[in-house]
């Protein structure tokens, strides 16, 4: 089923303080993949979602999953699977908004990197809900930390990501533990085989919900592609980012070197910036996400790690330093702007030969509109004439 329409929250018959909790975030209409979710969630229905990134598949997911804990009960009733630990984070903070208005609804969040006896604290307190990455919440079923069997909701946030991680077999293994599910919920921006196969096994007459990136809800986003000498790439960010006064920029970077190597080099330049990658330490990471979150820190340096972890509505502009090696990174990363309807830009710099030839198999294949343009002298961007 294809849908392209909200609808009004109220019409869902969400309880009260679920209710006023929307209402809270600023929002009445729901957007086209929670108006196709949340009622055959609500009915304990399978769910398959094919929807664009920032349509708003957390609520989607969400909401229902909410709406139907028991908050007396002390047993683990959903588990959201998620592919990195910052898009577990973000879900759980979106998931505590929807419940603040829920007595006894509580929630946990468990991925790699955290000390797991931090983890084992929270899951002593009987949360309902758990929100996880595959391999910790496998480490914490083997530790006998936490029973999911009894799970009545699972969801699959970013499943395509998820499986091409390689977590297929996490994942298989995990929801063959949880047999007393009542519905399993699959949210992906693309369906690829893997989906499908997990769908086919565990699924029963699945929902299928697509949301095509139609006019309305696709982002408004000016892309750009701009040569400059390979020596010449951060003194173009810094005199792009200055000219157009940008208070909230996303770089993205291929490497963690590169990572480190801009972010330096932008700093040396009195820019405020800082960057993530695997190899920084978890507690840093998340200070430098939430300061990004927060609008204390004004460029944010990462690698693709950090793309599907960042929901933030405000991002001014994205830069790819470099052209991502996979056509859905890019997809991703530029969709970091544009978001909540507003107006989005992102560069790609090109220095070379291949990062040229890549781009333009990128541009083909995605049929992305990427405007050829040059960088004045003052920071100033102008497009090419054809």
Known sequence: MEIN??????????????????????????????????PPMMADKDVIAKAPTGTGKTM?????????????????????????????????????????????????C??????????????????QIVVAT???????????????????????????RMLDMGFIHDVTRLLDKM??????????????????????????????????????????????????????????IARIITHENYDRVICFCNTKGSTER??????????????????IPQGKREQVMQLFRDGKLRIFVATDVASRGIDVDDVDAVFNFEVPDENEYYVHRIGRTGRAKKHGVAYT????????????ALVRDTRQEVIPAQLNDDGSVTPIAK
Request: hydrophobic share 35%; with cysteine.
């Open 5 to 38: 329409q909200g609808l009004p929250f109220d019409s869902f018959g969400l309880s009260e303080p679920t209710l006023r909790a929307i209402q809270n975030k600023g929002y009445t209409v729901s957007t086209p993949v929670q108006a196709g979710c949340i």
């Open 60 to 108: 989607a997911f969400g909401i229902p999953i909410i709406e139907k804990i028991d908050p007396e009960s002390e047993e683990v009733q959903a588990v959201i699977m998620a592919p990195t630990r910052e898009l577990a984070m973000q879900i759980t903070d979106e998931m505590r908004d929807i419940a603040v208005y829920h007595e006894g609804v509580r929630l946990v």
């Open 110 to 127: 468990l991925y790699g990197g955290q000390p797991i006896s931090k983890q084992i604290t929270a899951l002593k307190r009987r949360p």
């Open 134 to 160: 595959p391999g910790r919440l496998s480490d914490h079923i083997k530790r006998r930390t936490v029973d999911v069997r009894n799970v009545r909701t699972v969801v699959l946030d970013e499943a395509d």
């Open 179 to 236: 047999k007393s599910r009542k519905n399993l919920g699959m949210f992906s921006a693309t369906i690829s085989r893997e989906v499908m196969d997990i769908s086919w096994v565990y699924q029963r007459d699945p929902e299928e919900i697509t949301v095509r990136p139609t006019e309305e809800n696709k982002p408004d986003i000016l892309q750009y592609r701009i040569e400059v000498p390979s020596d010449g790439k951060v003194d173009a």
């Open 262 to 279: 801009l972010n330096k080099f932008l700093q040396m330049r009195g820019l405020d910036a800082q960057c993530i990658h695997g190899d």
């Open 349 to 360: 710099l090109i220095s070379d030969f291949p990062s040229r030839i890549r781009l333009d």
